[in-house]
């Protein structure tokens, strides 16, 4: 989890709209985001294998 801060402070409109900082809705994580789902790649991965995200199937058997 980030910190309550950093996720507040992202929040905030920058300056300058270069300084966006885009974080997980779900957990805050700052790197690893995906635009398309607006999440980072674990919590991706985590919905994805629960079966919340339509489209997505393991690799392996």
Do not use: D, Q
Request: glycine content about 6%; some cysteine; proline content about 2%.
């Amino acid at each position: 989890m980030a910190r309550k801060a950093l996720i507040v402070k992202a929040e905030k409109k920058p300056k300058y709209s270069t300084r966006t900082v885009r974080r997980c809705r779900i957990c805050g994580r700052n790197r690893g985001y995906l635009r398309y789902f607006e999440m980072c790649r674990i919590c991706v991965r985590e919905t994805a294998n629960s079966g919340h995200l339509n489209g997505f199937f393991k690799s392996s058997k």
